[in-house]
T-cell receptor
Framework: NAGVTQTPKFQVLKTGQSMTLQCAQD?????MSWYRQDPGMGLRLIHY???????DQGEVPNGYNVSRSTTEDFPLRLLSAAPSQTSVYFC?????????????FGSGTRLTVV | SQKIEQNSEALNIQEGKTATLTCNYT??????LQWYRQDPGRGPVFLLL?????KEKRKERLKVTFDTTLKQSLFHITASQPADSATYLC???????????FGKGTKLSVIP
């Protein structure tokens, strides 16, 4: 099992550009989520999904879109990148849709918006 | 609003000693509390989950306690080693919640 795979590992964007961060898991997990991690702020939840076709907002959803067409994939879209979105982004999945089970995280995407 | 505090941003201890990290929470009553380890440039790795009806949980050299009266969890690493150096994150959550909220973490350095 590869676990949770995130691509790309690094990305530099210009302000106003769009891009999609990819996340895929091969563990047949129903639950997937996106976090961003900033110095001094810790991990903050952006969006999450409890299954294919179902998504919901987390703590900091503005500026980000998600969709969940398959169990395996949960891409995160930045429609018009802003410098405030410079961060490290982590995708995580969970075998159980509740928080009574440990999460598996990807290795992250480091995004810089200039 | 809900608040999670981890005792200090950094903790230095001597190799072989027991490291104790603290996670305090306010304004909610979690049913579960998770602990993660994060190394620089890597994603968090799940270590342990403890439930509100469990006082203590162990895994090898790790021990977690959960005191719902004090609203606190303690994370212990016994016989610490330099390889235990990392940032440790706690994440309390409520029953039926789909959102896991993390503390800012404590950076542990084990000095040889």
């Amino acid at each position: 099992n590869a676990g949770v795979t995130q691509t790309p590992k690094f990305q530099v964007l210009k302000t106003g550009q769009s891009m999609t961060l990819q996340c895929a898991q091969d563990m047949n997990h129903e639950y997937m989520s996106w976090y961003r991690q900033d110095p001094g702020m810790g991990l903050r939840l952006i969006h999450y999904s409890v299954g294919a076709g179902i998504t919901d907002q987390g703590e900091v959803p503005n500026g980000y879109n998600v969709s969940r067409s398959t169990t395996e994939d949960f891409p995160l879209r930045l429609l018009s990148a802003a410098p405030s979105q410079t961060s490290v982004y982590f995708c995580a999945s969970n075998a159980n849709s509740g928080t009574n089970y440990g999460y598996t995280f990807g290795s992250g995407t480091r995004l810089t918006v200039v | 609003s809900q608040k999670i505090e981890q005792n200090s941003e950094a903790l230095n201890i001597q190799e072989g000693k027991t490291a104790t990290l603290t996670c305090n929470y306010t304004n909610y009553s979690p049913a579960y509390l998770q602990w993660y380890r994060q190394d620089p440039g890597r994603g968090p790795v799940f270590l342990l989950l403890i439930r509100e009806n469990e006082k203590e949980k162990r895994k090898e050299r790790l021990k977690v306690t959960f005191d719902t009266t004090l609203k606190q969890s303690l994370f212990h690493i016994t016989a610490s080693q330099p390889a235990d150096s990392a940032t440790y994150l706690c994440a309390p959550s409520g029953a039926g919640s789909y959102q896991l909220t993390f503390g800012k973490g404590t950076k542990l350095s084990v000095i040889p």
